[in-house]
């Protein structure tokens, strides 16, 4: 199962993102939220936690894999306890998330029914079904958002771990990746997260000199 993907954003589109990984470019279906943030950032490295799910009739034998891309794991969590209201499904927790995952967290755990249906194909017959099933599981959940926040970053040295791994899978070498993390860290600004340290490190590799 892939769970996370990283390489360079080649298209957005309203529903999907083309990232090239190598040779090879994988199309990853988004949400409204995720398209938002990735819009200004064709032709940079991007770093996407993927869900693999399979979309078709299996009765007929046409079941095509699919994936899916989120910014973070909290939002792929989030985005799983959706998928398991009755009447949601995939496609349209997809079309739903348009907001702010700890936004819509709130909504559910404060049981606004009304605001929550206003959510592109949740009316308030899902609503309420979604509020019964994830109510009691947000404030775990809102208080992971809170860690994710840019204020409260997590251990800078795993980000910098991560990001040199990512790195090597964009094709870096060892001491070229290690040379982009080692500049990293000696800025003042520390990355909150890996999307973060790329973007950095891109605007380093692309500075006029």
């Known amino acids: 199962m892939i769970t996370r993907l990283s390489g360079t954003l080649e298209r957005v589109e309203p529903t999907f993102v083309e990232v090239a990984v ?18 200004t950032k064709l032709g940079q490295p991007v770093v996407l936690h993927t869900l693999e799910y399979l979309e078709g009739n299996p ?8 994936l899916i891309g989120f910014l973070s794991e909290v939002e792929r969590e989030f985005f799983e306890l959706i998928c398991e ?13 348009i907001r702010p995952v700890g936004e ?20 308030a017959a ?17 208080l ?10 997590g251990k800078a040295g795993d980000v910098f771990s991560e990001t040199f791994e990512v790195l090597r899978s964009l094709g870096h070498s060892d001491s070229d990746a290690r040379r982009l993390v080692d500049a990293l860290r000696q800025e003042k ?9 790329l973007e950095a490190i891109y605007r380093q590799m692309h500075k006029p000199r």
Do not use: C, W, Y
Not at 108 to 121: H, W
């Open 85 to 97: 209201v009755d009447g949601v499904g995939v496609r349209k927790a997809l079309r739903a998330i």
């Open 189 to 197: 600004k520390k990355p909150k997260d890996v999307q973060d340290a």
């Open 59 to 66: 009765t007929r034998g046409n079941l095509v894999p699919r």
């Open 104 to 123: 819509i967290a709130s909504t559910i755990e404060e049981q606004d029914a009304k605001a929550l249906s206003t959510l592109p194909g949740i009316g």
């Open 144 to 153: 992971l958002v809170a860690r994710e926040s840019p204020g409260e970053a």
């Open 22 to 39: 190598g040779p090879v470019v994988h199309e990853v279906l988004i949400t409204e939220l995720v398209r938002r943030s990735l819009q």
């Open 126 to 142: 899902t609503a309420e079904r979604m509020i019964a099933k994830l109510r009691r599981r947000m404030p775990k959940f809102a």
